[in-house]
């Protein structure tokens, strides 16, 4: 079957429901994916798992630790410069550097396998923080032929909603604020003896750290809901997959596939963890490219969302030029994006999305089956085309 984005919008339609893990909706996804990908022919395979929304807790802990830490340095600096000042600018630099050290890593310490060994100490401490769902990812495989030494190529797409008090773009935009405004005063800070008269930018830079951070601490106290009928973020990725596996069913593919549909990314990409602790346990994932598709389905520009200097992410710079679409970078501070845990075990790993203005809508209810746009389809879809047939030294 050739490609056709038309194909994949009626599957993206279909998903755009509310599906946040734990509920009635989830259950009807996860039926609706299996059913297509068995009336393509495939063998699905169900990797079940247990996802937390402990995160949303460390999350809002970890916040509320930059507050107080923000407030003391602030009242450090309404006095006499001292050791204690300095040192409470160093220590809030090196809570700013953490996110940057955990990415992708902390998903692997909530989600839970069944019949592994039983965790470490910090694990299991950190299984225990939220309230526990059981989910699962489904799997379907296209193997290479008998004797053909092929690339291992995995497409990804998570298939679960939620709904925040903060759509998911005002949410990037507060974090983005309040993360550059916390490193500026803690630069400030840490150079305040070179610095004698930086006081007036040190306290606006430490309030606005302090004032822009507040929503989405709340926002994380509140938790998520399940009002958002999921259609960009991510019923189009999912949609997307799944006529690229209808797709690549009977047409040929320069790669051995496997199409992973994750769960519970919206619990900070547990099922995209689970799957990677399996695969390594196997030794499937040595050599693999992963490819993401979230919030495709968006009327806008394609972005890939990588690793500075990721061999793969330069690959789809290519194909892209080649098939004439523009192909940005982006950075989404506060978001977690399905590639990071592959990304954290070492696997060349990439997420495509798209920022057109439907994308603004994540994460609330106004994120409906109206916003899909078949550009975002085709453009994303000819990107992953030309990277399954791309030809690798």
Same mark, same amino acid.
């Given at each position: 079957?050739?490609?056709?984005?038309?194909?994949?919008?009626?599957?993206?339609?279909?998903?755009?429901?509310?599906?946040?893990?734990?509920?009635?909706?989830?259950?009807?996804?996860?039926?609706?994916?299996?059913?297509?990908?068995?009336?393509?022919?495939?063998?699905?395979?169900?990797?079940?798992?247990?996802?937390?929304?402990?995160?949303?807790?460390?999350?809002?802990?970890?916040?509320?630790?930059?507050?107080?830490?923000?407030?003391?340095?602030?009242?450090?600096?309404?006095?006499?410069?001292?050791?204690?000042?300095?040192?409470?600018?160093?220590?809030?630099?090196?809570?700013?550097?953490?996110?940057?050290?955990?990415?992708?890593?902390?998903?692997?310490?909530?989600?839970?396998?069944?019949?592994?060994?039983?965790?470490?100490?910090?694990?299991?401490?950190?299984?225990?923080?939220?309230?526990?769902?059981?989910?699962?990812?489904?799997?379907?495989? /296209?193997? =290479? @032929?008998?004797? $053909?030494? +092929?690339?291992? !190529?995995?497409?990804? &797409?998570?298939?679960?909603?939620?709904?925040? %008090?903060?759509?998911?773009?005002?949410?990037?935009?507060?974090?983005?604020?309040?993360?550059?405004?916390?490193?500026?005063?803690?630069?400030?800070?840490?150079?305040?003896?070179?610095?004698?008269?930086?006081?007036?930018?040190?306290?606006?830079?430490?309030?606005?750290?302090?004032?822009?951070?507040?929503?989405?601490?709340?926002?994380?106290?509140?938790?998520?809901?399940?009002?958002?009928?999921?259609?960009?973020?991510?019923?189009?990725?999912?949609?997307?997959?799944?006529?690229?596996?209808?797709?690549? /069913?009977? =047409? @040929?593919?320069? $790669?051995? +596939?496997?199409? !992973?549909?994750?769960? &519970?990314?919206?619990?900070?990409?547990?099922? %995209?963890?689970?799957?990677?602790?399996?695969?390594?346990?196997?030794?499937?994932?040595?050599?693999?490219?992963?490819?993401?598709?979230?919030?495709?389905?968006?009327?806008?520009?394609?972005?890939?969302?990588?690793?500075?200097?990721?061999?793969?992410?330069?690959?789809?710079?290519?194909?892209?030029?080649?098939?004439?679409?523009?192909?940005?970078?982006?950075?989404?501070?506060?978001?977690?994006?399905?590639?990071?845990?592959?990304?954290?075990?070492?696997?060349?790993?990439?997420?495509?999305?798209?920022?057109?203005? =439907?994308?603004?809508? $994540?994460?609330?209810?106004?994120?409906?089956?109206?916003?899909?746009?078949?550009?975002?389809?085709?453009?994303?879809?000819?990107?992953?085309?030309?990277?399954?047939?791309?030809?690798?030294?």
């Amino acid at each position: 079957m050739a490609f056709d984005p038309q194909r994949a919008m009626p599957y993206a339609r279909e998903l755009s429901f509310p599906r946040r893990v734990g509920t009635d909706g989830e259950r009807r996804a996860l039926s609706l994916i299996r059913s297509r990908l068995e009336s393509f022919g495939y063998q699905v395979e169900t990797q079940p798992f247990e996802a937390s929304t402990g995160l949303e807790l460390l999350l809002a802990l970890g916040l509320m630790v930059l507050q107080v830490q923000a407030l003391l340095l602030l009242w450090s600096w309404a006095r006499p410069v001292n050791s204690a000042g300095l040192i409470l600018g160093f220590v809030f630099l090196l809570t700013l550097a953490l996110p940057a050290v955990l990415d992708g890593k902390l998903a692997s310490s909530l989600v839970s396998l069944p019949h592994e060994p039983p965790p470490g100490f910090g694990p299991r401490v950190l299984r225990r923080l939220g309230r526990r769902y059981p989910t699962a990812n489904l799997i379907a495989r /296209r193997p =290479a @032929p008998d004797g $053909a030494e +092929l690339p291992n !190529v995995i497409l990804v &797409a998570h298939w679960d909603s939620k709904s925040q %008090a903060l759509s998911l773009s005002v949410r990037t935009l507060l974090v983005f604020g309040a993360y550059t405004a916390a490193a500026v005063f803690a630069m400030v800070s840490v150079l305040r003896m070179a610095m004698p008269g930086a006081a007036p930018l040190a306290f606006v830079s430490g309030l606005a750290a302090v004032v822009l951070s507040l929503p989405v601490l709340l926002m994380y106290l509140v938790g998520s809901g399940n009002n958002s009928p999921g259609a960009v973020d991510n019923a189009s990725g999912a949609g997307l997959l799944l006529h690229l596996a209808e797709h690549y /069913r009977s =047409a @040929p593919a320069n $790669a051995s +596939l496997t199409f !992973v549909f994750t769960g &519970a990314e919206e619990l900070g990409v547990q099922g %995209a963890a689970a799957f990677v602790r399996a695969s390594q346990a196997d030794g499937s994932l040595l050599g693999a490219e992963v490819i993401n598709l979230d919030g495709i389905g968006a009327d806008g520009p394609v972005r890939c969302a990588a690793r500075r200097h990721e061999p793969l992410a330069y690959r789809a710079r290519i194909v892209a030029a080649r098939l004439g679409i523009a192909l940005g970078s982006v950075w989404l501070p506060g978001a977690l994006l399905d590639h990071l845990p592959f990304e954290a075990a070492k696997a060349n790993a990439i997420s495509l999305v798209s920022t057109g203005r =439907a994308a603004r809508a $994540a994460h609330t209810p106004a994120d409906s089956a109206e916003n899909l746009s078949q550009s975002g389809f085709s453009r994303a879809g000819q990107i992953v085309l030309g990277l399954v047939d791309f030809e690798r030294d």
